[in-house]
């Protein structure tokens, strides 16, 4: 429970001292097979502390050579920073590949809170769930085509009438809001009397989304049980809704439960790139983390089902002190939310497997760009909530852990400016090359073991590759988005930098509309964001170049993403490349060769141009072990 901020001070001082407890001593706790939760975490921690200390041990050996000097210190100081991050993922992705596809159930180990099949599918509700989607300067009409899509799914259910939905605008834009009001009339008379949507717009976006949603919980929000809050470009299926509201039911602990979001077909080059390895790479990595995670989970922020008491009585965020974009309303408002909740004695978990649950990726890469950045900005102010009493101990990890993921880009790049200026000076020994060879490949290895632990998992999940696109098509497509996760990965660390050296003097990203569908990126458009990236990557190839030619060997993963950054910006966003990809089949996700329903009419025709007749039943058993949901249907089965 949070207190209203007076206008300065600690932020402890705005947040109760005391544990809240569950409101219900007597609510049971979600029991799961194998290890205890706490034998689960210890087993992590020490998994990496071990890898990071052997790394870290690596790095010394080549640097001491002849004692540490200041650059040397800089390179041991990032690679502290940056690691930890890179060593959690990769564990992560172990642990889910084990548990995927070893003798134990996943089911029962990591979510038997939530179950596949009929056994999952209830005849009958007893609550009620209010449908959040919040609206801010975007296109209307696609976000409502994509509610209208999740009406027909419910429908189907039965289930319907304990669902209402609620669209909050914060637009000030006075045409588009215009256009969201036609849009809501015309949504509107679907409905039978007295289950019409209800459409709020708000004069002032005061604590954005998560204001907005506040405002909405202490209105009309209250009488309902539950709700569910969709972003503009989120999609669930009727059938998983209903699964989850159940869930909820049957386990009154339960505060937050969160589905995993997997991305919708994409006529973007540059999303189907990015999305192809998120999707697979997700299913191993999110498998991993929930089974230490456990009752402490994550909160993405959409597409989860909260219990709205718990909500309302815990998870209320204070404005900080001081000046935006530090101080203010905090911007990434999901961790803390999920962090009081479970502060409250409410259980956070995720569904750690696919449920027909979906958001749309930013089609270029400007776009992502400024999400990234605007989490980012949200994220650097978590510190303040760091010592806040009462958190569980996990949770303050995860906060920490939200900080530290934005600090390692920067902690990398220091990393590499400080290796070159060792061999501009004249200091680089060619004797280490070897060792230093040999673990940089660890480095990287571990980097992108989510995305081999995902291609891994298809590889080994019967029907899986088939559902990709082939075998040919799948490997290509692997090969070549890690190709170019390396050559955005200097991009995203150099903007990144730039955005948190401006962020102490007023430097920040709006919450604002976002592009969810225009293509292309002009020439210009490309250079004015990318020219920092072009520039510094030719400063150190030309000063490589001239004082040490073979360290300029060892800095070409990074030295070329930089250096292409201007046409990596334009030629990922050019339209035609999309309907290329499309056409050959690569980068294509399952839901291109068998639509689920709720996409039916969602999913344009270019962005599935490659499918073929199917074995439906292979596609369907494609993630038949974790939870066989159907791929082309509503309703699931076992």
């Known amino acids: 429970m949070l207190r209203e901020p007076q206008g300065g001070g600690d932020i402890r001082e705005m947040v109760e001292t005391d544990r809240v407890e569950a409101p219900e001593a007597a609510l049971p706790v979600i029991e799961t097979a194998g290890w205890p939760v706490a034998l689960r975490r210890w087993f992590v921690a020490a998994l990496n502390l071990a890898t990071i200390v052997g790394l870290a041990a690596g790095v010394t050996l080549i640097l001491s050579g002849d004692g540490i000097d200041a650059l040397e210190a800089v390179i041991l100081a990032g690679f502290a920073l940056a690691t930890p991050w890179t060593v959690l993922g990769f564990w992560n992705a172990v642990i889910g590949l084990v548990l995927l596809h070893g003798p134990a159930d996943p089911a029962a180990s990591v979510y038997p809170f939530f179950e596949a099949g009929p056994a999952g599918r209830p005849a009958r509700l007893t609550s009620r769930t209010a449908i959040v989607m919040t609206l801010r300067n975007e296109a209307p009409e696609p976000s409502f085509e994509r509610l209208e899509a999740m009406r027909r799914s419910l429908a189907k259910t039965g289930l319907a009438d304990h669902f209402r939905f609620f669209i909050l605008s914060d637009t000030d834009d006075a045409e588009i809001g215009r256009r969201e009001e036609a849009a809501f009339e015309r949504f509107k008379v679907i409905f039978a009397p007295g289950r019409e949507p209800v459409y709020r717009r708000r004069r002032d976006n005061a604590g954005f989304k998560a204001g907005n949603i506040a405002a909405f919980l202490a209105d009309e929000g209250a009488a309902y049980d539950y709700f569910l809050p969709l972003d503009s470009d989120s999609v669930m299926a009727g059938d998983v809704m209903v699964r989850m509201v159940a869930a909820m039911e049957r386990h009154p602990r339960l505060g937050i439960l969160q589905s995993l979001v997997v991305g919708m077909p994409a006529n973007s080059g540059f999303a189907r790139i990015f999305q192809f390895g998120m999707r697979h790479g997700m299913r191993s990595f999110t498998m991993g983390a929930a089974w230490w995670n456990a009752d402490c989970g994550p909160y993405w922020g959409h597409n989860a089902v909260i219990r709205t008491a718990a909500f309302r009585a815990h998870c209320r965020l204070p404005d900080l002190p001081g000046r935006p974009p530090l101080g203010g309303p905090v911007l990434s408002h999901d961790q803390l939310e999920a962090a009081f909740m479970r502060r409250a004695g409410f259980e956070v978990r995720v569904i750690p497997v696919e449920t027909r649950s979906y958001e749309t990726n930013p089609p270029t890469l400007p776009d992502f760009a400024k999400r990234d950045l605007r989490w980012c900005q949200g994220n650097m102010q978590y510190w303040r909530f760091l010592f806040t009493p ?203 060769s068998a639509l689920p329903m709720v996409l039916k009419d969602l999913v344009p025709a270019t962005a599935r141009r490659w499918r073929r007749p199917v074995a439906g039943e292979a596609v369907r058993n494609a993630y038949a072990a974790p939870v066989p949901i159907r791929i082309d249907a509503d309703i699931g089965r076992r």
């Open 390 to 592: 009462g958190l569980a101990p996990l949770s303050r990890f995860q906060i920490l852990q939200a900080i530290l993921m934005y600090m390692a880009p920067p902690a990398w790049l220091a990393m590499t400016i400080a290796a070159c200026a060792k061999a501009v000076t004249g200091t680089f020994d060619a004797r280490y090359v070897e060792l230093g060879l040999g673990l940089f490949a660890v480095i990287f290895f571990l980097s992108i073991s989510p995305k081999l632990a995902g291609a891994l998992d298809v590889v080994l999940t019967r029907g899986a590759v088939r559902s990709y696109g082939g075998p040919l098509r799948f490997a290509v497509s692997t090969l070549a988005e890690i190709l170019m996760s390396m050559l955005m990965a200097p991009v995203a660390a150099v903007y990144v930098t730039i955005f948190l050296a401006g962020l102490p003097f007023g430097r920040s990203v709006t919450w604002s509309g976002q592009n969810r569908d225009v293509l292309g990126v002009g020439w210009g458009s490309a250079t004015r964001a990318m020219w920092p990236q072009t520039l510094f990557g030719g400063v150190m190839a030309v000063t490589l170049f001239a004082a040490a030619p073979r360290a300029l060997v060892w800095s070409l993963p990074f030295v070329a993403g930089l250096l292409v950054a201007i046409p990596f910006t334009v030629v990922t966003a050019m339209p035609v490349l999309g309907r290329v990809l499309s056409r050959a089949g690569l980068f294509a996700v399952p839901e291109e």
